[in-house]
């Protein structure tokens, strides 16, 4: 979680460059060869893309690795002169999510986030998502997903894990990362698949790297690992069953020199992810078990254990398992007054009235704790405990909701969470760091639990997705010998 920006009018701004088209008319796809209707033209697209492209790189951040950046962009661009668009002015992007997801804007703009890294093999599956990405931009995927949204007048806001429809609370507005996790259809994945084979096998590499990729996220999907911070490849990224069938019968058919004989480059791309970072960044603050840590902003609260808690950069929240029991943390803006105006003030904004509060003392901090009623679409009537805290010369909202059959149930964990809210010392703060990817020789013995408990909850990996990150069915023991990819703290 970080301090909220202010919302930016990136939409709109894309709204106009689509409505400057003047004649609406037919393109042929360069990649495709079929005749398309589209808004923008090639220059709309390349200037969307450059505008979209800041507010990837203020929303998400671009991950802090001079050499990791230069590697990405180096295999992205000897792909991009492969595509049937050579020209755009591509570029290739690390962002720093802890997601599982690539994703792509209109006129050359691919992005991977670090939490794909440590799921991708060796470099012909690094290749394999960079070239599937060029091909939903060589095929103007991205810029009908545009136009469709446009001339349909679709408000698009920022997606929520939890509660999409509780954004008042988070102070979110619409934003462009919205439109980015539009699902393409299937035909559309299909085609980039195919794209992604040509581009990689006429490039040097492996393209069964693509399918490998496929493979590995569809474990990674089936076993419900991680996903956090935006949705992951899956989810904006439908995959049917028979993709990966789909892309060995593109090998196949490729006249390209395509096989065994193309580079696979695994200690390369091994050496390039080792002291990656992995999970959440300390700037953004960090979940260990079901404690939540900032050390940027000296604070701490323990949510209820065995809640799913997920971080993003305006909130924290946590959900109750199979229930719609929900905490959220997260700073009220430009907060003035006393800490009753604060909290009876961003309340009634988000459409809740009080039915109790006082003043009260969290950890030695002033606090204002009161029961609210309102309503939330999606959820309908529901009852909230909401404690908003000083800090630091800022005020958190920290608080619970619940549907009013279920509130007193989960009341007293409420109560419990709030309690915990504290002010971290210096020395703590100094002393969170992050999970980062290790290489590790198997040693006998190992099992993907010994190894998965050995790392304890502060890596908070699964054994299933341990196995999946290198490669392994989940049931299949890690080999003695094997160089693998584990996750150590610091």
């Known amino acids: 979680m970080s301090v909220p920006r202010m919302p930016s009018a990136i939409l709109l701004r894309a709204a106009s460059v689509l409505a400057a088209a003047a004649i609406l008319a037919c393109a042929t796809n360069p990649a495709t060869g079929n005749r398309e209707f589209s808004l923008m033209s090639e220059a709309q697209e390349v200037q969307l893309g450059q505008e979209m492209d800041a507010q990837i790189r203020q929303e998400m951040g671009v991950y802090e690795d001079a050499e990791l950046q230069?590697?990405?962009?180096?295999?992205?661009?000897?792909?991009?002169?492969?595509?049937?668009?050579?020209?755009?002015?591509?570029?290739f992007t690390v962002v720093d999510e802890p997601a599982i997801n690539a994703f792509a804007l209109p006129g050359g703009y691919i992005y991977l986030t670090r939490g794909i890294l440590p799921f991708l093999d060796d470099e012909a599956e690094l290749a394999g998502v960079l070239g599937h990405e060029i091909g939903h931009v060589t095929a103007r995927h991205s810029a009908q997903q545009y136009t469709k949204a446009t001339?349909?007048?679709?408000?698009?806001?920022?997606?929520?894990?939890?509660?999409?429809?509780?954004?008042?609370?988070?102070?979110?507005?619409?934003?462009?990362?919205?439109?980015?996790?539009?699902?393409?259809?299937?035909?559309?994945?299909?085609?980039?698949?195919?794209?992604?084979?040509?581009?990689?096998?006429?490039?040097g590499w492996n393209p069964a790297g693509v399918g490998g990729m496929l493979r590995t996220l569809a474990r990674l999907d089936e076993a419900n690992g991680s996903r956090r911070?935006?949705?992951?490849?899956?989810?904006?990224?439908?995959?049917?069953?028979?993709?990966?069938?789909?892309?060995?019968?593109?090998?196949?058919?490729?006249?390209?020199?395509?096989?065994?004989?193309?580079?696979?480059?695994?200690?390369?791309?091994?050496?390039?992810?080792?002291?990656?970072?992995?999970?959440?960044?300390?700037?953004?603050?960090?979940?260990?078990?079901?404690?939540?840590?900032?050390?940027?902003?000296?604070?701490?609260?323990?949510f209820p254990r065995s809640w799913e808690i997920q971080n993003s950069k305006s909130q924290v929240m946590a959900k109750a398992p199979e229930q719609n029991d929900f905490m959220l943390l997260q700073l009220v803006p430009n907060a003035s007054g006393s800490l009753e105006q604060v909290a009876r003030g961003s309340m009634a904004t988000a459409g809740f009235q009080q039915v109790e509060g006082d003043r009260a003392r969290v950890n030695g901090l002033e606090a204002y704790v009161g029961t609210y009623q309102g309503q939330l679409q999606g959820l309908g009537n529901v009852v909230m405990l909401a404690a908003?805290?000083?800090?630091?010369?800022?005020?958190?909202?920290?608080?619970?909701?619940?549907?009013?059959?279920?509130?007193?149930?989960?009341q007293r964990a409420f109560e419990e969470s709030i309690k915990s809210f504290r002010?971290?010392?210096?020395?703590?703060?100094?002393?969170?760091?992050?999970?980062?990817?290790?290489?590790?020789?198997?040693?006998?013995?190992?099992?993907?639990?010994?190894?998965?408990?050995?790392?304890?909850?502060?890596?908070?990996?699964?054994?299933?997705?341990?196995?999946?990150?290198?490669?392994?069915d989940p049931s299949q023991p890690p080999k003695p010998g094997d160089r693998i990819k584990i996750i150590v703290e610091g």
């Open 151 to 203: 001339s349909a007048g679709l408000g698009l806001t920022l997606l929520s894990i939890f509660v999409p429809e509780a954004q008042p609370l988070a102070g979110a507005a619409e934003t462009a990362l919205g439109v980015l996790f539009l699902k393409h259809g299937r035909d559309d994945e299909r085609e980039a698949d195919r794209l992604g084979v040509e581009y990689t096998a006429s490039s």
């Open 70 to 91: 230069r590697y990405v962009n180096t295999i992205g661009q000897r792909l991009a002169r492969a595509s049937e668009r050579p020209n755009l002015p591509w570029h």
């Open 423 to 472: 002010q971290l010392s210096k020395e703590e703060a100094a002393n969170i760091r992050p999970n980062r990817v290790d290489l590790y020789t198997v040693r006998s013995g190992d099992t993907w639990q010994s190894l998965a408990q050995r790392m304890g909850d502060a890596a908070g990996i699964k054994p299933a997705t341990l196995a999946i990150m290198n490669n392994y």
């Open 229 to 302: 911070g935006v949705p992951n490849w899956l989810s904006t990224h439908p995959a049917p069953a028979d993709r990966v069938d789909k892309v060995q019968a593109h090998i196949a058919q490729s006249a390209k020199p395509v096989g065994t004989g193309g580079a696979t480059d695994e200690a390369e791309f091994l050496r390039r992810v080792d002291g990656l970072v992995f999970g959440d960044s300390p700037s953004q603050g960090v979940v260990r078990g079901n404690t939540f840590l900032h050390p940027d902003l000296r604070l701490a609260i323990a």
């Open 388 to 410: 908003h805290i000083a800090h630091d010369g800022k005020v958190y909202l920290l608080a619970g909701l619940a549907p009013p059959k279920e509130f007193q149930s989960v």
